[in-house]
């Protein structure tokens, strides 16, 4: 069986994780929202999520990712300032709790709104950070899933620097997921995956992006493949997302921000060494998408 390839780049910058199996269940699980952690750490996981958004802003507004590939129309993945507050694990639907507005209106001092932006939410939490964290600790209720929040926020990183990472996009077929795995509960939105390579980490080797087409695109006048992120996790077995997938590895990636264009093309043996290492998670064959005659 023939395999493709992406282009990617095996020294990437996102390898340095030091997240145990242990972190990475609790991030699967609501429950730890719950877990003791201790106060300086939860402090110093909401001063990432504020590094964080300014690492985005410092790019500009918007942040434009051109995927191509030989086998499939181009993809442009778009990055927006509405997209960052839910990526580092700022949820809507716990920002409009009953918990979620005595919080907003107690602790950030903003009174209860039916249209309240995430982003506004953020930029007042860094604010105080210790006083957000003072007040979960006083209330022993968290607004935060503070494990989540800081395994995203390592993987947001990698999203700010994808021409420079190694990935794979997986066509999504979610009839294929193993049963039994907790991140099958992902967005029904979610269409395809970018899997990136953590290539220092044997236990956790791929972050993962879930990707969705961008709904404000005419699916009917489109030449190239429009999306935008929603989701960032790290899952303890991305066999069951590569097994039985469709999987493209493009060839090239152009990034355009504010700062300017870059981008590169990869060499055969970086996708090679992919390749071999998503095949070694499980001992199967990557299904190749066919050839356009």
């Known amino acids: 069986m023939t395999k493709q390839f992406i282009k990617v780049s095996i020294n990437n910058q996102g390898s340095g994780f030091v997240f145990l199996i242990s972190d990475v269940e ?3 699980s609501y429950l730890a929202r719950k877990d003791n952690i201790p106060r300086e750490e939860r402090i110093a ?11 985005f802003f410092e790019q500009g ?5 051109n995927i191509f590939s030989s086998e499939l129309k181009k993809i442009k993945l778009k990055i927006l300032p509405e997209n960052v507050p839910h990526l580092l694990g ?30 506004e939410i953020l930029r007042s939490i860094f604010k105080d950070i210790e006083k957000v964290v003072d007040f979960n600790e006083e209330n022993g209720k968290n607004f935060f899933h503070y494990y989540r929040i800081r395994i995203k926020c390592e993987i947001f990183k990698q999203l700010l620097n994808l021409e420079e990472q190694t990935f794979a996009r997986i066509m999504l077929n979610k009839n294929h997921l ?3 795995t907790v991140e099958e509960r992902i967005s029904t939105k979610t269409t395809d995956f970018i899997a990136v390579l953590n290539a220092d980490n044997k236990r956790l080797p791929f972050s993962f992006i879930g990707i969705r087409p961008d709904e404000n695109v005419d699916l009917y006048k489109r030449l190239d493949e429009f999306y935008v992120p929603i989701t960032l996790f790290l899952p303890f077995n991305p066999n069951a997302f590569f097994e039985n997938q469709n999987i493209c590895i493009p060839e090239t990636i152009n990034k355009r921000c504010d700062k300017g264009l870059s981008g590169r093309k990869i060499e055969d043996f970086e996708a090679e060494f992919l390749s071999k290492k998503i095949a070694s998670l499980g001992n199967f064959e990557i299904v190749p998408v066919k050839k356009k005659i």
Do not use: M, W
């Open 178 to 180: 193993k049963s039994g």
């Open 26 to 28: 609790k991030a699967s």
């Open 45 to 55: 996981i909401l001063e990432e999520v504020k590094n964080c958004y300014e690492l």
């Open 61 to 65: 507004n918007v942040l434009e990712y």
């Open 90 to 119: 700022v949820d809507q639907r716990y920002i409009n709790t009953p918990y979620g507005n005595y919080f907003r209106k107690h602790v950030l001092g903003i009174e209860n709104q039916k249209n309240i932006y995430p982003t």
